[in-house]
């Protein structure tokens, strides 16, 4: 396998660009080809709370993927070095890489995967999984974060209708966790100088999953 034909599949807030960028801090080049799938067998929730144990940081939950028969996500394959690689264990400290099988991933742009390319992701085991809580709730920060992403990928991809988007909404569970949610923009009552998008990603949050 060469080195160059490495992908993360991201499901989450690394389907956004800039969240990669921040990450590997530019120091290394990535293609920023957005290369958008659907993978078979996956199962996104808010499955994941962090920073329980830290003094400092307030705990809250993330979005991580499980294998699960029957299920799918949507997401993007990111190209990336060794060095890359390496970098992004350090963040996604609280997950496991794990590999996907080429026979579960399907392209829904135009590109298509080498034969010879190794496909990671960043999921945790079935039995690990855990709901939002009062004391780690979703942050919508956080939220924004990955929609901002997938309204790109709606852009790249020329969807009129958010169709990426919506499946991201709709293949995503635990929602009903909203429940322990926390708006944490940095203007809640008037977010759109500091959040790209958000009259979009509130319609799309009443339509789908608040109504």
Aim: aromatic share 10%; net charge negative; charged share 20%.
């Amino acid at each position: 396998m060469s080195s160059s034909n490495i992908y993360i599949c991201g499901y989450g807030s690394l389907q956004n660009i800039n969240s990669i960028r921040n990450t590997l801090n530019v120091i290394t080049h990535i293609d920023e080809t957005h290369f958008a799938v659907r993978v078979k067998n996956m199962r996104r929730g808010w499955y994941l709370p962090i920073n329980i144990n830290n003094l400092i940081t307030s705990p809250w939950t993330t979005l991580a993927c499980v294998e699960e028969d029957g299920f799918s996500v949507n997401g993007v394959l990111i190209q990336i070095t060794p060095e890359c690689l390496r970098i992004l264990d350090e963040r996604e400290i609280e997950y496991i890489r794990k590999i996907i099988p080429h026979n579960q991933i399907n392209s829904i742009c135009n590109k298509e995967l080498c034969s010879d390319s190794i496909v990671y992701y960043y999921g945790i085991e079935s039995d690990s999984k855990q709901t939002p809580t009062f004391r780690a709730p979703i942050l919508q920060s956080y939220l924004d974060t990955c929609l901002i992403g997938c309204i790109e990928i709606d852009a790249k991809l020329g969807n009129m209708q958010y169709e990426y988007t919506v499946e991201f909404l709709q293949t995503t569970y635990e929602w009903n966790a909203m429940y322990h949610w926390v708006n944490d923009r940095i203007f809640p009552r008037r977010p759109y100088e500091h959040v790209p998008n958000a009259r979009i990603i509130d319609q799309l949050l009443h339509l789908y999953i608040l109504s």
